[in-house]
């Protein structure tokens, strides 16, 4: 009867169970922590957003970089730092062709520990610029991910040159799912983010194509919110949420999958853990 009475509760407040439950650990692959979010989510701050929702980790990447660093010191269990290339904001168009980049992604690479290069822009031809060349090298030599924001065009480009290469597409590249489909299926080491897209699951009810990707391909999805903006930061609890709502449609071992164990593998590997 109590346990009756809360399922009414819960539904009087607009929760079904399935999105109330915050049991399903989740970790959210695609968080940045820029400058313009340092003043109104101080550190602290920051750190128990990303506790309210839940999460078990979060891949955080900023620009600059100290942003990263500053919420690793105040939570190392949470934070998975990626190394955004990016000194400042409004590099993302310029950086590809700034050959000063390469210095700085070594000193930092030199001075820290990232599981990622990334979350970095490119697109075509550029994913083969020298300076793009580079992080590739840079992330085979560590034998850390790249997070790639780019079309799949770059990332042939990326996986011509080391075709080994770890790739975490940010927004499964915002592609057609037909492409996403074609692109797993060529590249055995490409993993696919959902951060900013909704088509997988709208108003949080998981599509019948994109279920069937899922399972054709379990290993290989994550979940985000990109935070590319701090007001973002609102969404990150609710991302968490809608994230788990839709994951309850799929069989428990692959929603686990997607909701944590594919980024926790990922980090593993790329943290040597
Ligand atoms: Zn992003």
């Known amino acids: 009867m109590r346990r009756l009475i809360f399922a ?13 439950d915050t049991s399903r650990p989740v970790i959210d692959v695609h968080i940045h922590y820029s400058e313009d979010a340092w003043a109104m989510l101080p550190p602290p701050e920051a750190i128990k957003v990303l506790r309210q929702a839940g999460l078990k980790k979060a891949f955080v ?27 400042s904001r409004g590099e993302t168009g310029s950086w590809v062709r700034d050959a000063s980049i390469i210095a700085h992604v070594e000193a930092r690479l030199k001075a820290n520990t990232y599981a990622g290069i990334g979350e970095f822009h490119a697109y075509g031809a550029d994913a083969d610029t020298p300076v793009m060349r580079r992080m ?25 040159q080391n075709p080994e290469a770890y790739v975490l597409w940010a927004h499964s590249g915002f592609a057609p799912i037909d492409k996403v489909r074609d692109m797993l299926a060529r590249h055995k080491t490409l993993w696919a983010d959902l951060a900013f897209r909704s088509d ?7 599509d019948a194509s994109w279920k069937k990707l899922f399972l054709d391909y379990p290993e290989r999805f ?16 609710e991302q968490a949420r809608y994230s788990r709502t839709w994951l309850a449609d799929l069989p428990p071992d692959i929603a686990d999958n997607i909701a944590y164990r594919n980024a926790e593998r990922l980090a593993a590997w790329a943290l040597g853990q």
């Open 8 to 20: 009414v509760a819960l539904m009087a407040a607009g929760l079904c169970p399935a999105a109330a």
């Open 61 to 87: 990447s900023s620009s600059s970089d100290d942003g990263t660093q500053l919420l690793y010191k105040a939570a190392p269990d949470l934070i998975v730092p990626v190394l955004r290339p990016y000194r």
């Open 136 to 160: 590739v090298e840079l992330a085979r030599e560590r034998k850390i991910f790249l997070h790639a924001h780019s079309d799949a065009d770059a990332v042939e480009r990326i996986f011509k």
């Open 200 to 206: 997988q699951a709208p108003g949080g009810r998981l």
């Open 222 to 237: 994550m979940v985000g919110t990109d935070t590319y903006t701090p007001e973002r930061w609102h969404y990150v609890v």
